[in-house]
């Protein structure tokens, strides 16, 4: 049985003061050198320790759980009945990370409303249409319009340097812009950082402001400072939010920047030299979708280097990518069949880089232009056992590590697996639904009456095969099902209704997924 850690004691840095903190749980604090306000009675769902103990506590070992089960009955609602089962289910794994290593694209973000910033540059309404690199305000506004149709994330290069300081200069002036840390690796670097156990290393392009804003228990090693920070704009837009003919169906966000020192991957040599040292026991990697903008004779060459040195990683730790939107299918396919996805054993991805991988490898649904909505978890799932066939450990004669999807949209997580290679991953995915309510409504315990489920009450296994007829059961609320030797754990997310901020969840959900996630001891090496 999964056991809960004991309540390690920890000496606080400032004055002499002992404090209590249950494992796994984060202490809150203001950023690098900033005061402490150490909350050493809280837990990472912001409940107190007493609510976690261990007699209602429902430990239950990895793939006990029958399958489909009736619906709660009582008066409790359906998000009531869920967030209940949430801390029931999400227990720490019996074996967690002590270090992991992180990598290696960091900026700043400076976050302001879309729509607003477009008309203060003087543009006006018009029709949507994406853009793979935007060259003008033009093609901004066009690719802006094109993804808040749709309610989609995205993220593209800014290819004219004067017209982006500009465009970014009007940003950090226009009221109510705010500053955060940005970048996969900084960001999954900050959430992994608040749980006091973990050691975390972060490398990638790190200017003074974004130094000072990280959390003090992150190390970065020297040769990642750099004198000046990389900014990304992050356009917000809500849900139902109009601008001229165009509304959003949902809150999300439109990422520009032009960045080259992310976009070259300029970090990597530093963070590979670091890893020999600092010993980390997991490594996570991000930032390849920023190459994608810098032309094909550059992430042809990085792409080769990046292989090759993730080879040698691998060998000591496993290895989780988080991948992130990008548009050249050429360099997607070059990704997924032979330089990357086969070597790294885990992957994180949404909706939209689901969709786009099926369609640079033709496979599954790739027939698809776009999710119709939320997305159906039958084509989800077929994708998903696609990728661990085709690219991944599914195949037993396979020389592939990929052994794990954590794959991420608004109404629903999914964790797929290679059965025998990772454990407590009904725990993992119920975490990372978890935070995505929290952290998008900015509360620390989930708040029923913010959040509303738009999950499906039942789905299929498959869209296209012999299909398994699923139902979502609130009071355990993690559905389970199986095909071939891959195991599939479906967690609904109660949506945030009005999200104070959008940016990072999907880090946020990957770096919670991972913390609650331990990978299987093998009894033969895969080299």
């Known amino acids: 049985m999964l056991q809960r850690l004991k309540p390690p004691v920890r000496r606080g840095t400032s004055g002499n003061c002992v404090q209590t903190q249950a494992s796994f749980l984060p202490r809150f604090r203001r950023g690098a ?69 992180v990598g290696v694209n960091a900026c700043i973000d400076v976050v302001v409303s879309g729509v607003n910033l477009l008309q203060a540059l003087a543009l006006d309404p018009g029709s949507g249409h994406d853009h793979d690199v935007l060259h003008s305000k033009e093609d901004l506004k066009e690719a802006f ?37 940005g970048g996969n690796a900084a960001l999954i670097g900050q959430k992994l950082a608040s749980y ?38 992050i356009l917000e837009y809500k849900a139902g939010e109009q601008w001229g003919s165009s509304k959003a169906p949902q809150a999300s966000r439109f990422i520009f920047s032009h960045d080259v020192s992310n976009g070259e991957m300029s970090s990597l040599e530093t963070f590979l030299a670091s890893l020999e040292e600092f010993q980390p026991g997991l490594v996570v990697l991000s930032g390849l979708h920023m190459m994608e903008g810098m032309g094909r004779e550059l992430w042809e060459d990085r792409l080769k280097e990046f292989a090759v040195a ?29 330089q990357v996805l086969p070597l790294v054993n885990s992957i994180g991805l949404n909706e939209q880089e689901l969709l786009f991988l099926t369609q640079a490898g033709g496979g599954p649904h790739a027939e698809l232009p776009s999710w119709n909505g939320i997305p159906d978890v039958g084509r989800v799932s077929d994708i998903l056992l696609w990728i661990l066939e085709q690219h991944g450990r599914a195949d037993m004669d396979s020389e592939a590590h990929l052994t ?19 454990a407590n991953q009904r725990g993992a995915v119920a975490a990372g639904a978890r935070v995505a309510s929290t952290q998008a409504c900015g509360v620390r315990a989930v708040d029923v009456s913010k959040v509303e489920l738009k999950a499906p009450l039942s789905f299929n296994s498959s869209f296209s095969e012999p299909k398994e007829g699923l139902v979502l059961d609130p009071s355990n ?51």
């Open 33 to 101: 050198g900033g005061a402490h306000s150490a909350v050493s009675l809280i837990s990472s769902s912001g409940f107190p320790i007493n609510r976690l103990d261990p007699s209602g506590l429902n430990h239950v070992e990895e793939g006990s759980w029958s399958g489909v089960v009736g619906f709660c009955s009582g008066t409790a609602n359906l998000e009531e009945s869920i967030s209940r089962a949430w801390d029931a289910l999400i227990t720490a794994p019996s074996k967690q990370w002590g270090r992991i290593a």
């Open 145 to 181: 319009i094109h993804y808040m149709e749709r309610g989609a994330a995205a993220e593209r290069f800014f290819s004219d340097k004067v017209i982006f300081q500009r465009i970014a200069r009007a940003a950090a002036e226009y009221p109510g812009a705010q500053v955060y840390v």
């Open 196 to 233: 006091p156990e973990l050691v975390v290393l972060l490398c990638g392009p790190i200017g003074p402001k974004l130094h000072e804003l990280l959390d003090e228990q992150i190390v970065v090693p020297p040769q990642s400072l750099q004198e000046a920070d990389e900014y990304h704009l």
């Open 310 to 338: 993730i080879s040698d990683v691998r060998n000591e730790a496993p290895i989780h990518l988080e991948l992130a939107s990008m548009t050249d299918r050429d360099y997607m396919s070059i990704i997924t069949k032979e």
């Open 404 to 422: 794990r999807i954590h794959f991420h949209t608004l109404a629903y997580h999914v964790l797929a697996t290679v059965d025998g290679y990772w």
């Open 477 to 527: 609320p993690v559905t389970v099902w199986r095909r071939g030797n891959v195991s599939f754990y479906l967690s609904p997310v109660l949506i945030c209704k009005q999200p104070l901020r959008t940016v990072g969840l999907g880090d946020a959900i990957s770096a919670e997924g991972l913390i609650y996630s331990e990978t299987v001891p093998q009894l033969h090496s895969d080299d």
